[in-house]
């Protein structure tokens, strides 16, 4: 089980891909937070990665639904991964409507019209300890 939280940012194929793993928990959810605003309002489609997500309480969450509705504001298109623990509190909440799913990040970026043989560009990385 992963105590912390990790988050790496990379450009693939003009996408954003932001990649988070671990515990988003009250604490760490603000990592979280101060990531996905630094996406806000740029102009470049997001996929947000959740697959490697083992828990995420109602804090966590809460910061996905709103970046969903600060995107949707802006224009900008983002595309969530979630994993199994994510996709439970996504069915729980009943907001699979709201938010632009897929399975993978391959399958998001193909929804945004993305060539997923484009190499990765490492842009930022993060971590957040226990």
């Known amino acids: 089980m992963v105590s912390g939280l990790q988050v790496s940012s990379a450009v693939r194929a003009g996408c954003c891909v932001l990649t988070v793993a671990g515990e988003v928990d009250l604490v760490r959810s603000r990592v979280l937070e101060v990531a996905l605003l630094r996406h806000?309002?740029?102009?470049?489609?997001l996929v947000l990665d959740l697959g490697g997500v083992e828990f995420m309480d109602s804090a966590g969450f809460y910061v996905v639904v709103r970046t969903n509705h600060e995107f949707r504001k802006t224009g900008q298109?983002?595309?969530?991964?979630?994993?199994?623990v994510v996709m439970g509190l996504i069915e729980v909440a009943g907001?699979?409507?709201?938010?632009?799913?897929?399975?993978s990040v391959d399958e998001a970026l193909t929804a945004l019209g993305?060539?997923?043989?484009d190499t990765a560009e490492p842009q930022a990385s993060g971590t957040s300890g226990p």
């Open 40 to 45: 806000t309002g740029v102009g470049m489609p």
């Open 114 to 117: 993305a060539t997923t043989a």
């Open 77 to 84: 298109r983002l595309i969530v991964v979630p994993s199994h």
């Open 95 to 103: 907001v699979r409507h709201v938010l632009a799913l897929r399975e």
